[in-house]
C-alpha cells in the first residue's frame, strides 16, 4: 500500500500506519502521472486535503483555497492519471457542511 503526503513532514505518519510514503504534489499533473504509473495501483483513494489545523471561520475562503484547489486540480489530475494507468476503482472523500 502506498500513501502520499505533500510535504515530507507528513511521511512519518504514512509509514507509522504501515504505508509505504511517496511525496507527490497534486497541482502537478506530471507528478501525478508518474506516481501513479510507478505505483501500479488497483485502486486509488482520494483524500487530498490542506485543511489547516486552526481553521478561522472569517478566514474561511482563505483557509480553504489549497483544498479547494486539490478537490478541483487535484481530482482531475489524480482521475486522468488513473485512467491513463489503467486503474479499475477510484474513491473519493466528501464532504457536507451540516450546520
Not at 502521472?33 to 488497483?42: C, E, N, R
Not at 478541483?72 to 486503474?87: D, M, S
Request: proline share 5%; aromatic share 6%; net charge positive.
Amino acid at each position: 500500500m502506498i500513501g502520499t503526503a505533500r510535504v515530507p513532514t507528513k511521511a512519518g505518519a504514512i509509514r507509522g500506519a504501515g504505508a509505504e510514503a511517496v511525496v507527490v504534489d497534486a497541482l502537478n499533473p506530471g507528478s501525478v502521472v508518474q506516481t501513479i504509473q510507478t505505483a501500479k495501483p488497483d485502486v486509488v483513494v482520494h483524500q487530498l486535503t490542506a485543511i489547516p489545523a486552526r481553521l478561522g471561520m472569517r478566514r474561511f475562503d482563505r483557509d480553504f483555497n489549497m483544498t479547494n484547489r486539490l478537490r478541483t486540480e487535484g481530482t482531475h489530475n489524480l482521475l486522468r492519471a488513473a485512467r491513463a494507468a489503467g486503474v479499475r476503482r477510484f474513491i473519493a472523500q466528501s464532504f457536507a457542511g451540516w450546520p
